[in-house]
Every structure is written in C-alpha cells, then in structure tokens.
C-alpha cells in the first residue's frame, strides 16, 4: 500500500525586506547548495573574467589527484611586486595541504604554479586537465588559460558555473575546512610562514564559512562565498564585476543573509499522528501505523513537503505494538530525504478458528455450517447407537443359543 500526502512549506522573510539590491555586482548568483537550485541571480550566465576564483579549479584537480603529505618542488615562477604569494624560492619543497592553504587563503600565485607543475608536470598540461574537468562537470560557460586567474581572454566563467564548482567543492571536508579558516601556519617549506584568508568575511561573521575571493583590473571584484545557520541551511553565492571591495562584500553578505533567511524546519512525521490505516486478517478492524519517530525537515519558500506510505495492504496478528511492518517517506521537491520504519500503534490481535471461519463465510453461512455439522454428528452418533444396539441383540441371542444346547445335553447315540 503506498500514499502520498503534500504539505506547503510556509516561507519566512529576512525581517520583511525583499531580495538583496545588487546594481553595483555586473553578474550574481545565490543558490541553496543543497541541491543547486536558484534563490536568486543577475546576468548569471554572462562570461567574465573571474581572477583568482580560477584557483578553485586548481585546488579541485589537487585534491582529486594528490596526498595532503605529498611534496611538490616550486617552479621558477617569477610573480610581480603586486602578485599574491607566498614567496617560494625555486627548488623548495612543500607538502600539497600546506601549498593548498597558501593557494586557498593568500591566493598565491607562486602556490597555484607549483600544484600545476606537481600535478600535472607542466603548467600547459595542468591547464588542459583544468579545461577537461571543467567540461566533464558541466561547467559550459567555462574556460581556463592559466590555474591563476591572470587575465587572459581565454580565462573566463559564470556566476552559474562558479557556485556549480563551489558547491561541488565544499562537500569535500578537507576543502570546507580550509576555507573557513582566518589563517594557517605552513609548517613545510625552507621556513614556516603565516597566511591570512584575504576572505576577511570568515573572521568577521561566524555564519560565513567560505570560499574565495579575487581581483584583477578585468574582473574588477569577485567573491564566491558560501553561509550556514543552526538549522542547517547552507547557501552558496557569487558576485562578479564589483567596484570595489566594499560593494564586494556588502552583496555577498546581503545575498547571504537572504539566503538563509528563506529557511525554517517543519514537522514532517510525528510518532503521535496515524500514518495509515491497514486491515486485519479475519478481523473487521483496522490496525492503526505511526512513524517509529518524529522527522523534521528543512525546507525553503515554495518548497512542498511529501510523505509517502508503503505497508502490506493485510496484517496478520498477533504483533506486538512497535512492531516494524512498512516504512514511510518524507519527500522535499520530490526527492526522498528521509525514511523510517512504519510500526503498529497498538498491539495487533490474531484470529482464532472460529473468528477466521466467521469473518471468511459471515454470520449466515457460519451458523449453517454449524447446523449441518451437528445434525451430522447427530445422525453419525445415532447410526453407531444402532449398530451397537443391533450387535449387543445378536449377541444376545447367540448366547442364549449356546446355553440352551449345553442344557439339553448331548445329542443321543445309536
């Protein structure tokens, strides 16, 4: 038996206010990274420069394709007075979660050359794998000509593509973990060094847990960030093309703080509540089904809430109450979010031989069937009496025969 129920999901507003005021962002995105879909965007398939939000890419291809204790050697890279780095020196040694903390925070460029160089033996080779992993993902608006994030008319993604690629990327707990950090300390390398997260976001406000930002003339400002709250909720955002660093951060907060503010929780299953009602053999009940436990679900404005039944159309008693006999679903855009075990509210009673022949003919049939089956016995009973009365006479008479030949004695001789 299966049975669907639906359940509106009642929204809740930031305070009342409206979607965030994004004129100074050239393309934005905010979308809930639990499964992609879009809160809210502007021009969010429009090519751009994206800057060192490229180094997302590169630190995905590391995390694919090497060790955190792995040790790579620096390249002869030659970075510019104003580049990020972290000022490896040509041949120096460093472990790739050291290198990826260098990458992720100070946005090193003398970082990203070595991971390519360390990954794929060459930075022109690092690049093809770049653009081969990006098209596997489905990230179509996207290409790369370097794994820095230096303009290049070749280096340019979406806002679309970037939380694509984010959210693909915080569901790897080493990844996640690092971008929510205010600093690191590299502890390999020729020397130790300190970096600072040039998000300065995630010291800032605790809900803000990631993830790059990026800079060049082309790009103007660029931040993907990404938020959660104590209910769980996770939004991940992207703001491209920004003035300044001020209007950079001011968007992502507003798209954050709209983001999470789209969910509550909601009641989906209460243990209290009769999920289904299912029949009894040979009894004209009904046993009642609960959830073995409450569920409550996260949802978002407009989202549906569903709940979906599977039990045997027929108990058979006795059970026990708490007995485990289905599952019931909680379904959320149609997508199963949880499950639990279906179980009896109360103890379900059997059926003894007479109840199942009651409830299987009706009360008329039973009582004729009663009816035949004694004058049966009746006229069984009776038919034996008279063969025993037939057999007890002859019986009888024969004994009667042997005694009256022993008392006239033998028969005369001649």
């Known amino acids: 038996m299966a049975a669907l129920a639906l359940a509106m999901a009642v929204p809740v507003s930031a305070g009342g206010q409206g979607p965030p005021d994004l004129r100074q962002a050239a393309s934005a995105i905010l979308v809930d990274a639990r499964d992609g879909s879009v809160i809210l965007q502007k021009a969010a398939d429009t090519r751009r420069a994206i800057a060192s939000t490229t180094k997302l890419m590169t630190a995905l291809l590391v995390l694919e394709r090497a060790r955190p204790e792995d040790v790579f050697?620096?390249?002869?890279?030659?970075?510019?007075?104003?580049?990020?780095?972290?000022?490896?020196?040509?041949?120096?040694?460093?472990?790739?979660?050291?290198?990826?903390?260098?990458?992720?925070?100070?946005?090193?460029?003398?970082?990203?050359?070595?991971?390519?160089?360390?990954v794929a033996g060459s930075e022109a080779a690092f690049v093809r794998e770049m653009n081969e992993r990006a098209r596997e993902l489905g990230l179509d608006g996207t290409s790369y000509a370097n794994p820095i994030g230096l303009d290049d008319p070749l280096n340019y993604s979406t806002a679309r593509d970037l939380a694509a690629l984010a959210r693909r990327l915080l569901r790897n707990g080493r990844f996640a973990k690092l971008v929510d950090q205010p600093s690191a300390v590299l502890e390999s390398g020729a020397r130790r060094r300190i970096v600072d997260n040039r998000n300065d976001l995630i010291a800032r406000y605790p809900f803000v847990d990631g993830v790059k930002t990026g800079h060049t003339r082309s790009a103007g400002y660029v931040l993907v960030g990404a938020a959660d709250n104590r209910l769980g909720a996770k939004v991940v955002s992207v703001v491209l093309g920004e003035p300044g660093e001020r209007s950079r951060d001011v968007d992502t907060l507003a798209l954050l703080r709209h983001g999470l503010a789209q969910f509550r929780t909601v009641k989906a299953l209460s243990s209290r509540r009769v999920a289904a009602r299912t029949a009894v053999a040979h009894r004209d009940e009904r046993a009642e089904l609960v959830p073995s436990r409450d569920v409550s679900v996260l949802v978002r404005r407009g989202e549906r809430t569903a709940t979906r039944v599977d039990a045997p159309a027929v108990l058979h008693g006795e059970l026990a109450a708490g007995t485990r006999v289905g599952r019931v679903s909680v379904l959320r855009g149609g997508r199963v979010v949880e499950r639990v075990p279906l179980v009896t509210a109360a103890e379900v009673q059997g059926a003894g031989p007479l109840r199942v022949v009651v409830h299987d003919l009706g009360l008329p049939l039973t009582l004729l069937l009663v009816v035949v089956i004694v004058s049966l016995v009746t006229f069984m009973a009776n038919l034996i009496r008279r063969r025993q009365r037939a057999r007890d006479r002859a019986d009888r008479h024969r004994a009667r025969a042997r005694a009256q030949a022993t008392a006239d004695g033998p028969p005369p001789t001649t």
């Open 73 to 118: 050697t620096a390249t002869g890279y030659r970075p510019l007075p104003v580049e990020s780095k972290i000022n490896l020196r040509e041949g120096e040694r460093m472990r790739v979660d050291d290198l990826l903390e260098g990458l992720l925070l100070e946005s090193a460029n003398d970082a990203a050359v070595t991971i390519a160089a360390g």
